[in-house]
């Protein structure tokens, strides 16, 4: 009998280092530098399932919606050239939301660089501002290490996106079989995380027993971290009413009577807004403190007494004055936070506070909601859907239109990653990816995705691999034939004067439909709630186009708009 080979090409020691790290999913596109890792692919036995999306830049968001709902590193991959500049917006989105995922990039031979070949490009240099940990593959023997590299810098400390050059050459060439194996602590995150000091836990504790009214504000770190139980205990011992930041939406369940909602210029409201102003202290927990949370650093005010919990010792104290930093892990910070302050301190009004803001912001909803009028409001949009939806389900939402009313007025009943949304760099196009994801790391659960109809223009390619692969996902669109975001910018702050953001009304149900996509178009608002229901029910892709109020004329829950 002959001897089993004890060596592997580049493609499949790559294909067998993913299968070690427990990935399920992989997410991408083909082109010719990918041929030998395609191969690979195809002919081993890996119990993998790849994803053909159409182009890379949707590989990327479903990396990252995959991500966000499993635990588990998204991966995409692309080729060479086009490939790599189309994944990387991707790339950056992930990196910056602390959501791991790789991408691998194949690429030219080493042996072509620098002889005009076609696709050569710098990818090592390209992905290096906008990744955690990135690097070329060019030694094949040292291939399984870098990898496990990659899975380490990802899961660890704050999580970041990787990035990996695989050249054409080294995709050939040959790797030890002996050295193909994974750490098991680094197929999920946060991994290893980090213990908080002690003597700064016991300076937080006693601030806050001494505290009259504070308040904690959640950013995505708590979601990330999983933190939600230690984050009640320390919220009840303290009476404490927890705020979030768009991405921090989870931290708690909205329903909690301690919870605050949504605070800072993208959907806070002035009721939520003066709890923070009248606060004398603050927890931010997994908060970068930004421009947006924090309405441009003036709330919470310059000089309220604040505590900073993160996993990256950069963050704390960058945009305020820190009084107690805690550089450590969310769950395991409030679990010892929590611990100290037992039975020592006071009650706060939390509650109470929490409610009265609630109170306002339902009551000014509530009104809109129920209007008859057309265009169809959008608070009329998120109303059905909290009536149609169970508590489980995920929404994915786009900037523009979808986001600040869904951040506003869906209260989520449920703790946990229930919302998704690309609060870092925004780009248009990101949702409907993001469900796919989404729906792909956790299927048992009805995933909807919101766009405008600006963001249906960058995505809709994709209709295509979403009914491919029968992915019941119900898309809402906000249709309002404008960049709507842009245009409400005009009329808040340059006197009303339009310029370049209105373009011609799509038939999105039609080009839909088109895809194989069971549509439906609602211009009645006492259409819209049969028109979810039926979609939501439904076995396979299914699409609402919502003719809609557009935001320059809407009573949108953005403060610059507002004031």
């Given at each position: 009998m002959a001897e089993k080979p004890n060596t592997l090409n580049g493609a499949e020691a790559t294909v067998r280092m993913l299968q070690a790290h427990g990935v399920r999913h992989i997410f991408g596109l083909c082109g010719d530098t990918t041929l030998p890792l395609y191969d690979a692919l195809g002919r081993l036995d890996h119990g993998m399932t790849h994803i053909l999306t159409r182009d890379e830049r949707h590989a990327a968001y479903m990396a990252d919606g995959y991500a966000r709902v499993t635990g588990r590193p998204g991966v995409c991959e692309g080729p060479s050239g086009g490939g790599?500049?189309?994944i990387l917006p991707g790339v950056v989105e992930a990196n910056e939301s602390s959501v791991p995922i790789l991408a691998i990039t194949t690429d030219v031979a080493t042996?072509?660089?620098?002889?005009?070949p076609l696709t050569e490009l710098d990818q090592v240099a390209l992905f290096r501002p906008v990744t955690k940990w990135n690097a070329s593959l060019d030694d094949a023997a040292r291939l399984p290490a870098m990898i496990r590299t990659a899975f380490r810098a990802m899961t660890t400390g704050r999580p970041g996106a990787a990035h990996l050059a695989l050249p054409f050459d080294t995709q050939k060439a040959p790797v030890d079989m002996a050295e193909v194996w994974a750490d098991p602590r680094h197929a999920t995150f946060p991994a290893e995380p980090t213990a908080p000091d002690p003597e700064a836990i016991a300076e937080a504790a006693r601030i806050l027993g001494g505290a009259r009214n504070a308040v904690a504000i959640c950013g995505g770190g708590p979601v990330i971290a999983g933190a939600g139980e230690a984050l009640l205990r320390l919220a009840r011992a303290c009476d404490l009413p927890i705020a979030t930041t768009v991405s921090g939406q989870g931290a708690v369940a909205e329903t909690d009577p301690l919870a605050l909602g949504v605070v800072g210029s993208n959907g806070g409201v002035p009721a939520t807004r003066?709890?923070?102003?009248?606060?004398?202290?603050?927890?931010?927990?997994?908060?970068?403190?930004?421009s947006v949370t924090t309405e441009r650093w003036r709330s919470p005010k310059p000089g309220t007494t604040v505590i900073h919990i993160d996993s990256d010792p950069m963050v704390v104290g960058a945009n305020y004055q820190t009084d107690v930093a805690i550089c450590a892990d969310a769950r395991l910070a409030l679990g010892a936070l929590a611990d100290a302050v037992d039975g020592q301190a006071a009650s706060q009004g939390g509650t109470v506070r929490a409610k009265a803001a609630w109170d306002a912001k339902l009551s000014d909803f509530n009104a809109l909601a129920v209007s008859t009028e057309t265009p169809v409001r959008p608070e009329a949009v998120i109303a059905a859907l909290m009536n149609t939806l169970d508590p489980d389900a995920v929404i994915c939402a786009d900037p523009g239109t979808p986001c600040p009313y869904v951040s506003a007025h869906y209260r989520w009943p449920r703790a946990g990653r229930h919302f998704i949304t690309n609060r870092a760099h925004g780009a248009l196009g990101y949702a409907l990816a993001a469900s796919m994801g989404a729906h792909v790391g956790r299927p048992g659960v009805k995933t909807v995705c919101l766009m405008g109809d600006g963001s249906f223009g960058f995505c809709c390619g994709e209709f295509e691999?979403?009914?491919?692969?029968?992915?019941?996902?119900?898309s809402i669109v906000f249709s309002n034939a404008t960049f709507g975001w842009i245009k409400a910018g005009q009329h808040s702050g340059f006197d009303k004067r339009y310029y370049n953001v209105d373009f011609n009304r799509t038939d999105h149900a039609a080009v839909a439909s088109a895809f194989g996509v069971k549509s439906w178009t609602v211009t009645d608002p006492a259409d819209l709630p049969g028109a979810l229901k039926a979609a939501v029910a439904h076995d396979g892709p299914t699409l609402v186009d919502v003719i809609s109020q557009p935001l320059h004329e809407a009573a949108a829950p953005v403060s610059e708009w507002i004031a």
């Open positions: 790599a500049s189309y042996t072509s660089r620098g002889r005009y003066a709890v923070i102003d009248q606060a004398d202290v603050v927890l931010f927990i997994g908060c970068r403190a930004g691999t979403m009914v491919r692969h029968k992915m019941p996902i119900t």
